[in-house]
């Protein structure tokens, strides 16, 4: 699948369209680790463990710094196809066996590709930390491949795409954010192109897979009711093992500006109309990031927000209206989306920059400010409520900014003032610097 990048919540980032016994005996239950700690193994690895001790159950998570981003023309999909076939074999795993291996232990298994990462899920019973380490570095470096399982799942990304284009607001995220990044590699299909994926050999998946599943490319990530000193134990037996270089990462260009000529009209064999426009703004790591969450949130995150109140509600030009921010390690993107009949695309467009316009010149309140906050907190609150969601934000920080900057989060959004909030919509938003999709009904 796809990595969904997410507005505020656990580290800022994914859209589009792109899964024993302890060593040593039964883990120590007496103590939490009120943090998780970081490590770097010999061989370049990042480890990550965090004891969790709030039920028995591990979320081991391997996180690949290898995404749409580091793909040529000519490789388009090739991340994403990586991430569907790692769990189909290895030379000493035969296909379905991965799969009944992890039933039979009573976990369960999760993937995605984003363009900054690939991303592989494991909660298991914590018992069976070391049959899932183990797994997590089999498929990390072991992969097979088999010619049958490459060819039938080129048939499950036909799918996949066949999915989001016929879901019209998940392709017009796609779209949208498309032409907001295009000719960025951002812009780029994760799923690759349909000419592509059916010409795809076995050979080239394995070249580009060789190339880049190394562990300098990797972070494992460990949050559950165990030690540090079993996992640290356990990685390096495993996958502090392997070697080999990682390829520097192509150097990005930084995106580019947006302007009218990015306004796109796309028939679509729908009732309604559907209208999405997209702003340039902070990537992960940039300090605007926070002052860009509560404006989201203030824009267009709940019932109470300004876009819902004003376009929705009073003017009741759209059935429904949300605003989400993108944020990628190289760029980002504000995102407005709304369903409405066709009559009003031209009003609610209207309708909608006036209300970006009265941020930049008239600021928030401090009941928005802080309701944007609460909002917020709960959002984080429930996205890191489990194991495996810890293990998202750590996996998702150390590949796209810092594990410190997502441990401090919630302290640095908390801090943002009315001021910061309008300078960036200042910054940012401007009447004519966005990009525009329409769909429109044949």
């Known amino acids: 699948m796809i990595g969904i990048t997410r507005s505020v919540s656990i580290a800022l980032c994914a859209l589009l369209l792109a899964g024993c016994a302890t060593a040593g005996g039964a883990p120590s239950r007496t103590t939490t680790a009120a943090r998780p700690v970081r490590e770097v193994l010999p061989n370049g690895m990042v480890l990550i463990v965090h ?13 690949v ?14 991340s994403h196809y990586l991430e569907h076939m790692l769990f189909k074999g290895t030379p000493t795993r035969p296909p379905g066996s991965i799969d009944a291996l992890i039933e039979g232990l009573g976990g369960t298994s999760n993937a995605f590709t ?16 070391r049959a899932g380490i183990e797994l997590l570095a089999d498929i990390g470096v072991n992969a097979a491949f088999v010619p049958e399982e490459l060819e039938s799942e080129k048939k499950v990304v036909f799918e996949e795409m066949n999915l989001v284009e016929d879901d019209p607001e998940k392709f017009l995220g796609r779209r949208l954010a498309e032409l907001a990044y295009a000719p960025h590699p ?56 392997r070697g080999g270089a990682a390829p520097a990462r192509p150097a990005l260009p ?5 302007d009218r000529s990015r306004r796109v009209d796309v028939p679509r064999a729908e009732k309604q109309a559907y209208l999405g426009l997209a702003w340039r703004a902070a990537a992960t790591g ?22 819902n109140q004003t376009v929705r509600e009073r003017l009741r030009l759209v059935s429904s209206i949300e605003a989400g921010y993108i944020s990628s390690e190289q760029g980002g993107i504000v995102t407005v989306t709304a369903r409405l009949e066709p009559g009003n695309l031209d009003k609610a467009e209207a309708a909608i920059l006036d ?14 400010r802080q309701r944007a906050i609460i909002t917020a907190e709960s959002s984080y609150a429930f996205d890191i409520e489990t194991a495996e969601g810890l293990a998202k934000s750590y996996g998702q920080a150390e590949t796209t900014w810092t594990l410190e900057n997502e441990l401090a989060y919630l302290a640095r959004l908390r801090q ?3 001021a910061q909030i309008q300078a960036v919509a200042r910054k940012y938003f401007g009447d004519d610097t966005y990009a525009r999709v329409r769909f429109l009904p044949k």
């Not at 984003?114 to 930390?129: I, K, N, Q």
């Not at 930084?254 to 947006?258: F, S």
């Not at 824009?299 to 876009?307: A, E, I, K, Q, Y």
Request: no cysteine; proline share 5%; charged share 25%.
């Open 51 to 63: 004891e969790h001790r709030a039920s028995d159950v591990v979320a081991l998570q391997l996180w």
């Open 65 to 78: 710094r290898v995404g749409g981003r580091d793909e040529s023309h000519e490789e388009l999909g090739l």
């Open 114 to 129: 984003s363009y900054d990462y690939t991303h592989y899920d494991l909660v298991l019973p914590a018992e069976h930390l």
């Open 186 to 241: 951002y812009g780029r299909p994760i799923l690759g192109t349909r000419e592509l994926i059916q010409a795809l050999t076995r050979e080239r998946l394995a070249a580009y897979y060789k190339k880049r599943y190394v562990p300098r490319n990797m972070v494992l990530v460990v949050v559950g009711a165990v030690t540090l000193a079993e996992v640290h134990a356990l990685a390096a037996e495993t996958f502090g093992r």
């Open 254 to 258: 930084p995106p580019p500006a947006l």
């Open 286 to 307: 940039n300090e605007d990031i926070y002052a860009v969450d509560l404006l989201t949130y203030i824009l267009g995150d709940s019932p109470s927000s300004r876009l």
């Open 355 to 368: 209300v970006v316009r009265r941020v930049r010149e008239e600021s928030v309140t401090e009941a928005e």
């Open 416 to 418: 943002i003032t009315g």
